[in-house]
């Protein structure tokens, strides 16, 4: 792996800590998923229980499988943060209009998913873009940047 430039200068004696605040989001993101897979499941939208609810409280289930399902896709999302922080990957240095930054890979704003505040918003909170994971996790680690920029 070619470690050139900021990315050879992390400070590895700080980067537990910002990854452990991640890794905790991840725990109470899976405890949340817990709680939510005891009081709804998937299947049960398919039983003779769920047609007889009113109109209501099919509504609330259906929207509390919903949560279920994104809950677990951020638990996986939000473990791929506090591996990129671990390893440093996602380490920025500072520069003197940006302070340093560990979490600078962003898989998903969890807080933003969660304010609804517009779809535009919601969508971008979401939206892991895959073009920046391919860039960042694979060509950045393969390019070699001892050599002149469009030769490989």
Same mark, same amino acid.
């Given at each position: 792996?070619?470690? $050139? ?32 897979? $005891? ?45 990129? @922080? ?19 890979? $962003? ?35 393969? @390019?070699? $940047? ?7």
């Amino acid at each position: 792996m070619n470690k $050139r430039g900021g990315y050879a200068k992390i400070p590895v004696e700080k980067l537990l800590a910002p990854a452990f605040l991640r890794f905790g989001h991840m725990v109470l993101m899976l405890i949340q998923y817990v709680v939510l897979i $005891r009081i709804v499941s998937v299947k049960g939208i398919l039983t003779q229980e769920w047609a007889d609810m009113h109109l209501i409280g099919r509504c609330f289930y259906a929207i509390g499988v919903v949560w279920l399902k994104l809950n677990k896709l951020m638990v996986g999302f939000i473990a791929m943060e506090a591996n990129s @922080i671990a390893c440093g990957q996602g380490y920025t240095p500072a520069t003197k209009d940006k302070p340093e930054n560990f979490n600078s890979i $962003r898989c998903i704003y969890v807080r933003n998913v969660y304010e609804l505040s517009s779809f535009k918003e919601d969508l971008g909170a979401w939206n892991i873009c895959v073009h920046k994971w391919l860039k960042y996790y694979v060509m950045m680690n393969l @390019i070699d $940047r001892t050599k002149p920029r469009g030769q490989m």
